[in-house]
């Protein structure tokens, strides 16, 4: 009975269900009500977010049956009951998304069709003075087309369970059709040099088809970074809502707003971060260009949030569904999308501090340098319901001196726990090279959700991190707002 009621979906009120709705209802219709308000597809889009937080907190309960009929079932590891658990709902998760994004773009494009079908707007001529901005519903349908195959491309991860050293290259797939209309776009290939390096390489650096190189990478390590930070429950929704609220909040900072204000840093060599300006445009400073980057990349963003709080309510300890695969690869997909086709990638990757740090500590274990298990979660004690680091054995095959030397180096800077044999000194077992196991190491064995809250902890001080490097330190590296 115990086990039973541990799993059992949680419960929904009504009266959130009540309130939501017609909340969403008013920002999809006042967009429709003249006057319009000044960023009329914002509404919508907060509205859209609405739903898709209600979509994914009431369909993954109630889908979770039907995924358990098809088998995509499986046993949370770190448990003592072994009653199935739906996987793969982060495929409910990303069609929910998915097909508000597909609703969502009459929103986007109804000032376009207003002015071209406005009588009172044509020449006498005839002639339409606003054409229809087909470059950027190709940007758009490209974003949404990448967002397809990655979902397609995570359901089959799931279902095939396909290698870790195999599925890094994947998603360079899903990156094609955002590098074919950037490239069709003509767009920029120039990168900006850093202050101390110009009187060497001039102010700007043509990479060329490096750029595309670039570009495709930042897609695969967004698909595989949060999915390589996983296996405790809601740790890799809980990162996806952490970046986008990272995200959100920094294309905030470019919309136009009716006042200005500072925040001050403490940096003697910055005059702090202000917001408004001329034309109160925010930090974007009366460039057009700049907010409709912004509001394209909030356009995915706020979704996104919704439908990931919608589904942490379910994945949380302990969890009542898995992601699987599928969210993670839709996730790291939108949040690439955003980073190339709003043009600042490098502040992107300032929100991805500890999934960068987690890649590199993988990276051993990842490409085969040091033997990599299966699973490697941190190790559950079902007399203590707390979780230890786990290890990796290296009895039967002895690490080679390379892979000595990093394991040596790890240990050296606390990241891994090594076990020596007592006649030859070689390294018979360590710790599994992951962020979560760092942090048991460190911090002492800990209750699942406890290591949840840290990673969570974490996640939010590398986004403080994220913005003080990104609007307090720039400033001494390069000129302008560069980004």
């Known amino acids: 009975m115990a086990q039973e009621q541990a799993i059992r979906p949680r419960a929904l009120p009504n009266l959130l269900l009540f309130t939501l709705i017609p909340t969403a209802s008013w920002f999809l219709l006042r967009p429709l009500i003249d006057p319009a308000p000044p960023l009329p597809a914002l509404h919508a889009s907060v509205g859209f977010s609405i739903l898709a937080f209600l979509g994914s907190l009431y369909l993954v309960p109630a889908l979770g049956q039907t995924f ?4 995509l079932k499986g046993r949370d590891l770190l448990k003592t009951y072994d009653t199935p ?8 998760c990303a069609s929910i998304y998915i097909i508000l994004l597909i609703l969502f773009i009459p929103y986007a494009f109804a000032d376009s069709v207003t002015t071209r079908y406005d009588t009172e707007r044509r020449s006498r001529e005839g002639l339409v003075a606003d054409e229809f901005p087909d470059n950027l519903l190709a940007v758009y349908l490209s974003s949404l087309l990448s967002l397809l195959i990655a979902t397609m491309l995570g359901f089959l991860d799931d279902v095939f369970d396909i290698r870790w050293r195999h599925k890094l290259p994947i998603p360079i797939i899903a990156s094609i059709p955002l590098l074919i209309v950037y490239y069709s776009e003509r767009g920029s290939t120039d990168v900006v040099v850093p202050l101390p390096l110009r009187w060497l390489l001039g102010t ?3 990479l060329g088809p490096l750029y595309y190189l670039y570009m495709s990478c930042l897609s695969t390590f967004c698909l595989n970074a949060i999915n390589v930070l996983a296996g405790i429950n809601g740790s890799e929704v809980s990162q996806a809502v952490v970046i986008a609220a990272s995200i959100i909040l920094n294309d905030l900072l470019f919309l ?15 005059d702090g971060l202000k917001v408004g300006g001329a034309w109160s445009a925010g930090m974007a400073y009366g460039s057009r ?13 706020l979704p996104l949030l919704g439908v990931c709080l919608g589904f942490m309510y379910h994945n949380w300890y302990p969890a009542r569904a898995f992601p699987g695969d599928t969210l993670c690869y839709v996730t790291g997909m939108a949040f690439a999308v955003v980073g190339i086709q709003a ?4 502040t992107l990757l300032l929100f991805f501090l500890p999934q960068i740090f987690n890649f590199v500590l993988s990276c051993p274990q990842l490409f085969g340098l040091v033997p990599c298990p299966r699973h490697r979660v941190p190790r559950f004690d079902p007399d203590t319901q707390v979780l230890h680091p786990s ?8 690490p080679t001196a390379l892979a000595t030397l990093v394991l040596r180096v790890f240990a050296a800077l606390g990241f891994v726990d090594l076990e020596l044999d007592e006649k030859t000194g070689t390294i018979t077992s360590s710790t599994n090279l992951t962020i979560l196991n760092v942090f048991l190491l460190r911090f002492g064995p800990m209750r699942e959700d406890s290591l949840t ?8 001080c590398g986004s403080l991190l994220a913005f003080f490097v990104r609007y307090g330190l720039a400033g001494l590296v390069y000129d302008g707002n560069r980004r």
């Open 204 to 206: 700007l650096v043509n």
């Open 256 to 270: 136009p707003w009716p006042f200005g204000f500072r925040i001050p840093l403490p940096l003697h060599v910055t």
């Open 343 to 346: 043009h600042y990638s490098k």
């Open 391 to 398: 290890r990796a054995e290296y009895k039967e095959k002895p």
């Open 85 to 92: 658990i739906p996987e793969s709902q982060g495929l409910v």
């Open 453 to 460: 809250q840290v990673l969570i902890a974490t996640q939010v």
């Open 289 to 301: 260009i700049l907010v409709e980057r912004h509001l394209f990349s909030l356009y995915f963003m």
């Open 68 to 71: 358990i009929r098809a088998n």
